[in-house]
């Protein structure tokens, strides 16, 4: 783990509130795998005081991309960066997907800014492994298809691809994986995840989601971020033990 | 570059420099030791410890306010036995000062920790927590109560003679009081603040922005009353004190060695800048060079009204 100081390489939109931001960050981006993230401190004063978290979406050399949705004032202020200012990264942290091992299929299911850590992990799936993407959003307004690969889009309100959202989506096409080895890779809303939790159970595939909350330091000391483990007698911090869980570890 | 003394002593507890990481804001050592050498440091404090393990509060516990944070983690702790077991063999090779602090929800179970824990070589020190805000049982029942924090201190001081810190309330009218009678009672030192009670809303929902709906106010919103509860204590009852509250470099170190701290804690800033302490460290040694300070303790209580 590393605390970086980052030179801002370049910062582009991929929709009005959505942004990419590339930094350069040789010590982070040597060792970060996909799912893992960061923790930025986005402005050097007091405010907003604490780091905020980044799944990683992308590395290409030493450069790491993130993506991310403006929602409060630390986004805010991460949009505004400008090439060659120089921020402030904690990371790599937590545990990844694992996409190493036995199955024949993966199939991402992201839900909105869910799609973040993503491109990444398509990149380094092992050749010898299928991959479809399913995308859900809000409207076509909302869908982003950034380093996506066979990607089929859903939207709630049916203005572009599936109607309905994304774990309706995949139930409707899952006729077609009976008879392979599937395992899931989910990132979205907790409502999602719960749905795509509970259909991997049911259908007994392979599920891996990648969680999210509120914290503070990202590396398990403030012990602000639980997560109920399954049987519900204890907490996993997502931070430590995730952000990436098997689906059957946790309560949602 | 000249020498500077950068130690200071808490009783018979000698640290080799006043900085030490705030309880909760460090686990049990292993974690922030991969970002920071803790050997360079005065000492730290562990994680509250309960006779029985604690698996805290349901999320959310912490949210950010304007320079600070709310949390309610709950004392979220493995427990006496498993620190003693699986934490210690850490610790040990640290080289640096061990605090170890203490939270229960009634007095037989601090002097019960205490006892179990007092035969362990590695801890250097005990200070109890009397002020915890987030928990139901215990902590600002007794943070609170002049009598309880009394009796609590007598308690435990007869059963070790290892150096004994009270960790006081800040949600108290008089912390004076409460530093007089810890000192009364036998306690060597005492550790002021403890976070102060606070909430936030969504006003959207209008719920509360954290489950326990209160939660403790840390971070430099803090900093100001920390430094009058300090300065109240020091100039009140000949006690030392170990200054926390929002301090995140050393210029705020120096402000609450002045104000009459021997020591500091540094909580909230280890989240953000894990190797905090020791960058504050270094920050010392240079202020002292320049102000020709040949012994960092000559700056304590130094104030100038």
Redesign the interface.
Known sequence: ?Y?EKSRVEWIKNLLPDTYLLCVHSPLIASRIKPGQFCNI?VSES??????RPFSICEVDGEFLHFMFDVHGEGTKILSNKLKDDVIDI?GPLGNGFDYTGDYSTAIIAAGGIGIAPFPHLIHKLPSDKKVISFFGGRSKNNVIEYGMKKLLISTDDGSSGFKGNVVQMIESQFDQFRNETVRIFACGPNPMLKALQEFSIKNNIECQISTE?????G??????????NADG???YLIC?DGPVFDAKMVKL | MSYTELSVSIGKLHLKNPVLLAS????YGN??S??TDLSKLGGIVTKSLSLKPR??N???????T????L?A?GL?NVGVEVFIKEKIPFLKELNTTIICNIAASSIEEYVECTKILTPVDTINAFEINVSCPNVKEGGLIFGNDLNSVGRITEMVRAVTNKPLIIKLSPNVSRICEFARIVKEEGGDAVSAINTLVGTSFDIWTRKPKIKNVTGGLS??AIKPVALAKVLEIKRNVDIPIIGIGGI?NWMDTVEFMIAGATAVQLG?V??????AGVEIVEGLHSYCEKQSIQKLSDLIGSFQL
């Open positions: 783990m605390i401190k007091d405010f907003p005081l604490l780091r904690l909350s509120a914290m503070a330091c590396f398990g000391i403030c012990q602000g971020c639980p997560i109920d007698d204890g907490y430590k | 909760g804001t460090v686990g974690e922030i991969q970002f698996k805290g349901p999320p959310q516990r912490i949210v950010e304007p320079s600070g944070m949390n983690i979220a971070g430099p995140m909230t280890n989240f953000i800048n894990p190797n």
